[in-house]
């Protein structure tokens, strides 16, 4: 390949603005007299819809415009998951945030998971509105084989140097959206993926190639899946400008000859590459960009279309999609210490739209009641505002009564992990010891068996482990869905008139080792069973029962169970 010209040296350092903006300054200034080529890749990834916040678009704008005047040679890359998130660019299905990338002049994209949020055929649209290509090579059509988008890489002439960039997605959008986002669509494998374009793009001779994905490092992903397995085992790639596991590479990250770089989450960073050509050596210099909110503006241009989308936001959010017949209780003091009409309205629309076997979310995620009358977009919101997303994760019935266990840990008093249930019950006892008040636990009409697997619907942050939930964050993700509010409003709307009350779900009882008997006739209890066939009165003294006594094996279980910790540096979890 061309680029063989080149004496290959890789240098990976942190970047701080100051020295990024003065160098190319002083190259720029010498360019004609130098053979010195400079190119800045500043990329962005994981954003989920937060246009107004961390940087924000408006000052991204502004510090863009500032490296772009001091250098011809800038690429601006996202790596996906970027369209999909809050209400402010939900309701537009993304095409809002389609419309301020072409302003600020974003280069190349590629597809995250949740960027198919709205269905494949909206991402098309979405790329049809775009000024540049958003790429999903490895994402084809399962009948005719071909790419769901058209353009599956470019190629760019920067002076004489020749850089040629393609985009992956990842595989785990099958579950990682909603499944019916990507019914009749193949993903091809990200690894045998590279490999072919790598192959198809020697014909044009790149100095450089880079590889926009979607992928992440995360040990949860399949390592063909994973952009550090790509690294490895597909030769020829010089960047990989990476996102879904929502690192914050500081410095980058090198594998092999490769060099990977990610800027964490919901554009709390900037990431920013510079690529050095001085003759036959080669730097590739990767950082953070240095964001001090004061030292920058916002651009007017993008702050006059933030504006105006949160304006056509707030009169969506006047849209009606119900009647409310009873005061839907989201106060603070109710939510976070016993169960609520509300929460079960939430819980039943996780379980309807997941088809999970059951739902919990945390009372600290319910911000705001809903008054008797018309319900609307916006009430929702107010309930739900933190952007959250239906998650299902896979926890055995011990991990699930333990986690029950978790939340209601300081009852009577308010806590946010509260768990609100739906497909399920529960009773709590007061007087019992913190991590033993959880009983009388049912999956629909059948007690809870702890060595059953069960599909639990959550939201993303308990599924992270928030709220400390560590047996939710450690257990496995089998679905990822659309924003909680989203689920709630499209469940609203199907119901019409809401009428909820409080049910039942979740009682304060004191537990009875005592067992239930209409016969009161003396019988050896060692010659019969009397908890079998009623596990409200199983005893958790019991001692070796002669059939499995699911009650003992639960209790033996969260007696002794050990919950782990998972701490990164800098790793956080995926949405």
């Known amino acids: 390949m061309k680029r063989s010209r080149f004496e290959k040296r890789l240098v990976v350092l942190l970047l701080a603005v100051t020295l990024v903006l003065s160098s190319f300054s002083f190259a720029f200034a010498v360019e004609e007299?130098?053979?010195?080529?400079?190119?800045?890749?500043?990329?962005?990834?994981?954003?989920?819809?937060?246009?107004?916040?961390?940087?924000?678009?408006?000052?991204?704008?502004?510090?863009?415009?500032?490296?772009?005047?001091?250098?011809?040679?800038?690429?601006?890359?996202?790596?996906?998951?970027?369209?999909?998130?809050?209400?402010?660019?939900?309701?537009?299905?993304?095409?809002?945030?389609?419309?301020?990338?072409?302003?600020?002049?974003?280069?190349?994209?590629?597809?995250?998971?949740?960027?198919?949020?709205?269905?494949?055929?909206?991402?098309?649209?979405?790329?049809?509105?775009?000024?540049?290509?958003?790429f999903a090579g490895n994402v084809i059509d399962e009948d005719t084989k071909e790419p769901i988008i058209d353009k599956t890489y470019d190629i760019i002439t920067f002076d004489d140097i020749t850089i040629a960039i393609f985009g992956i997605a990842t595989p785990e959008t099958t579950f990682k959206s909603h499944p019916k986002n990507t019914e009749g669509l193949e993903f091809i494998d990200p690894v045998v993926y590279a490999g072919e374009m790598v192959g198809e793009l020697e014909a044009y001779s790149p100095d450089f190639v880079i590889a926009l994905t979607h992928l992440g490092m995360d040990d949860s992903t399949a390592p063909s899946?994973?952009?550090?397995?790509?690294?490895?085992?597909?030769?020829?790639?010089?960047?990989?400008?990476?996102?879904?596991?929502?690192?914050?590479?500081?410095?980058?990250?090198?594998?092999?000859?490769?060099?990977?770089?990610?800027?964490?989450?919901?554009?709390?960073?900037?990431?920013?590459?510079?690529?050095?050509?001085?003759?036959?050596?080669?730097?590739?210099?990767?950082?953070?960009?240095?964001?001090?909110?004061?030292?920058?503006?916002?651009?007017?241009?993008?702050?006059?279309?933030?504006?105006?989308?949160?304006?056509?936001?707030?009169?969506?959010?006047?849209?009606?999609?119900?009647?409310?017949?009873?005061?839907?209780?989201?106060?603070?003091?109710?939510?976070?210490?016993?169960?609520?009409?509300?929460?079960?309205?939430?819980?039943?629309?996780?379980?309807?739209?997941?088809?999970?076997?059951?739902?919990?979310?945390?009372?600290?995620?319910?911000?705001?009641?809903?008054?008797?009358?018309?319900?609307?977009?916006?009430?929702?919101?107010?309930?739900?505002?933190?952007?959250?997303?239906?998650?299902?994760?896979?926890l055995s019935g011990a991990d699930l009564v333990a986690a029950l266990e978790h939340g209601t840990d300081e009852y009577p008093e308010p806590k946010g992990a509260f768990p609100h249930v739906a497909g399920m019950s529960y009773k709590i006892d007061p007087d019992a010891e913190a991590g033993q008040r959880v009983h009388s636990v049912m999956i629909g009409d059948e007690p809870i068996d702890p060595e059953k697997m069960y599909h639990v619907a959550t939201n993303d942050f308990v599924a992270a482990g928030g709220d400390d939930y560590t047996m939710v964050g450690e257990a496995e993700t089998v679905a990822m869905y659309n924003d909680l509010a989203e689920v709630v409003v499209e469940f609203i709307e199907e119901l019409g008139e809401v009428d909820y009350g409080v049910e039942g779900r979740i009682l304060v009882e004191a537990y009875s080792d005592e067992p239930v008997d209409d016969d009161p006739v003396d019988e050896d209890p060692v010659d019969e069973d009397p908890v079998a066939e009623d596990p409200e009165d199983e005893d958790d003294e019991e001692t070796s029962p002669p059939t499995g006594d699911d009650s003992v094996i639960l209790y033996v279980l969260l007696a002794g169970a050990s919950l782990v910790v998972i701490v990164g540096s800098r790793k956080k979890h995926k949405v």
Do not use: C
Request: no cysteine.
């Open 33 to 134: 007299e130098s053979d010195i080529f400079e190119l800045t890749i500043l990329h962005t990834n994981d954003i989920h819809g937060r246009i107004d916040a961390g940087i924000g678009f408006p000052r991204l704008a502004t510090i863009v415009n500032e490296f772009r005047a001091e250098n011809d040679n800038v690429l601006l890359l996202d790596a996906g998951d970027t369209v999909h998130g809050r209400p402010l660019v939900n309701l537009s299905q993304g095409e809002s945030v389609i419309e301020l990338m072409n302003a600020i002049g974003y280069d190349y994209m590629t597809a995250g998971n949740h960027d198919f949020n709205y269905g494949y055929e909206q991402l098309i649209k979405l790329n049809e509105l775009a000024d540049f290509p958003i």
């Open 225 to 394: 899946e994973r952009s550090t397995t790509i690294a490895q085992e597909v030769s020829g790639i010089d960047l990989i400008v990476d996102g879904h596991s929502h690192h914050l590479l500081e410095e980058g990250y090198m594998v092999g000859d490769t060099l990977i770089v990610q800027a964490g989450e919901y554009l709390g960073s900037l990431g920013v590459v510079k690529l050095v050509v001085d003759g036959d050596d080669v730097e590739w210099i990767a950082g953070i960009y240095d964001y001090d909110e004061d030292a920058v503006d916002e651009n007017e241009e993008i702050l006059a279309m933030l504006d105006a989308i949160k304006a056509e936001r707030d009169e969506i959010y006047n849209v009606v999609i119900g009647t409310n017949l009873t005061r839907l209780d989201g106060e603070r003091e109710i939510v976070r210490t016993q169960e609520s009409n509300l929460g079960n309205l939430i819980t039943d629309a996780m379980l309807y739209s997941s088809g999970a076997d059951v739902a919990f979310t945390n009372g600290g995620g319910i911000r705001a009641s809903i008054e008797v009358g018309e319900i609307t977009v916006g009430h929702v919101a107010d309930v739900l505002p933190f952007g959250n997303l239906l998650y299902v994760v896979e």
